[in-house]
């Protein structure tokens, strides 16, 4: 046998299938929310967990971990929200180091406007990637796994 010949085990398909679906479901969810709202995706996700937090602030680490990015990408992030008005920083009372991004009632507007898109934009995607014979064993057990299943 040569190198690369059949060592693919059962958790290497189920996360090839799982590295699979999420890069399709992302590029779908991605141009929606462009074409219909002019947003990113990392933007709405960002919008998202402000408008959920408590008093609709987190501290930059916070977000940052939350969404997934570096300190430097969610730094250009914020910045981007801040300048379309929908974010604005604060400094943290007990520490003046501690910088904040809060969510602006025009974040609030955006986010809930774009809501709807995403919604049914994952949706269809994942209703797309069922057609996809190599993706309906991850795609069942992800809807298992659901509150709503």
């Given at each position: 046998m040569g190198a690369g010949a059949k060592t693919t085990t059962a958790d290497g398909l189920l996360w090839d299938g799982v590295v699979t679906l999420h890069g399709r479901v992302e590029h779908q969810l991605s141009k929606a929310l462009q074409r219909r709202h002019g947003l990113g995706l990392s933007e709405y996700r960002a919008l998202c967990r402000l408008s959920r937090a408590e008093d609709g602030e987190l501290r930059m680490q916070e977000l940052a971990d939350l969404i997934g990015l570096?300190?430097?990408?969610?730094?250009?992030?914020?910045?981007?929200?801040?300048?379309?008005?929908?974010?604005r920083r604060a400094m943290c009372p007990k520490d003046r180091r501690g910088v904040y991004t809060v969510i602006t009632d025009e974040g609030r507007a955006v986010q809930d406007k774009a809501a709807p898109t995403y919604a049914e934009t994952l949706t269809e995607a994942l209703d797309a990637a069922a057609d996809a014979p190599s993706l309906v064993p991850v795609l069942s057990a992800l809807r298992r796994m659901s509150p709503d299943a």
């Open positions: 570096n300190q430097s990408s969610v730094s250009r992030l914020v910045a981007r929200l801040e300048s379309a008005g929908l974010t």
